[in-house]
């Protein structure tokens, strides 16, 4: 079983490391996300750069390199091709979701950089603990939705869906694992949050594609 579990790990690795921010940006607009904005390739930067289409296309993407590798996980626990009791496979499902959020964060494509695990975290949520990300996601459309503050909204979103995990009842690992991956949110915005305490945070607004970066 510890095979099954590297195996699965590394599934949700691979999947999470996929730059789609990076990718897409340079196959419709042959830019280099990384040399603009922030220099982040999720969603946002995308968002503020290129524009709302784009960014809602690697938001889109981003949520689905969480869901896809659980899903590949449950069916091959469910297909009888691994053998595993509830508690078990609670626990491989937690380590493919654990594979993929590094993956985002330390992609195998960007020398292990990455992005800070907010689109994929929302689609790990939705899928082991959907009462969490629909609470997430509401408090952080609430939030940007009044202060444009789209690091905020990430933050105290990861909070609130991580607390759900316990409120709701779900399984005691995949509990946990939100905790984890909220203060794995928080841990990648802390340059944020000092922007934030001193008020040089930038807001969100939707872009155009810039020129060529020199």
Not at 72 to 93: I, K, V
């Amino acid at each position: 079983m510890i095979l099954a579990a590297c195996g699965l790990f590394l599934l949700g690795y691979l999947f999470g490391s996929i730059p789609n921010g990076l990718w897409l940006v340079k196959a419709a607009y042959g830019m280099d996300i990384r040399q603009y904005g922030s220099g982040n390739i999720g969603a946002t930067n995308v968002f503020r750069t290129v524009g709302a289409v784009p960014g809602l296309g690697v938001l889109v993407l981003d949520i689905l390199k969480g869901i896809v590798p659980l899903l590949l996980t449950a069916w091959l626990l469910h297909s009888g091709r691994m053998a595993a009791g509830a508690e078990l496979e609670h626990l491989l499902m937690v380590v493919t979701a654990c594979g993929a959020l590094l993956g985002h964060n330390c992609s195998l494509f960007l020398h292990f950089k990455g992005g800070k695990g907010v689109a994929t975290g929302l689609g790990l949520f939705a899928y082991l603990l959907p009462m969490g990300a629909l609470t997430g996601f509401i408090v952080w459309v609430i939030l940007v939705g009044i202060t444009r503050y789209v690091s905020l909204g990430s933050i105290v979103g990861a909070l609130c869906a991580a607390a759900m995990g316990f409120i709701w009842g779900y399984p005691l690992p995949y509990a946990i694992f939100g905790v984890v991956a909220a203060l794995f949110v928080i841990l990648k915005h802390k340059d944020n949050i000092g922007r934030l305490l001193n008020g040089t945070e930038s807001k969100i607004k939707a872009g155009h594609q810039p020129p060529p970066a020199k």
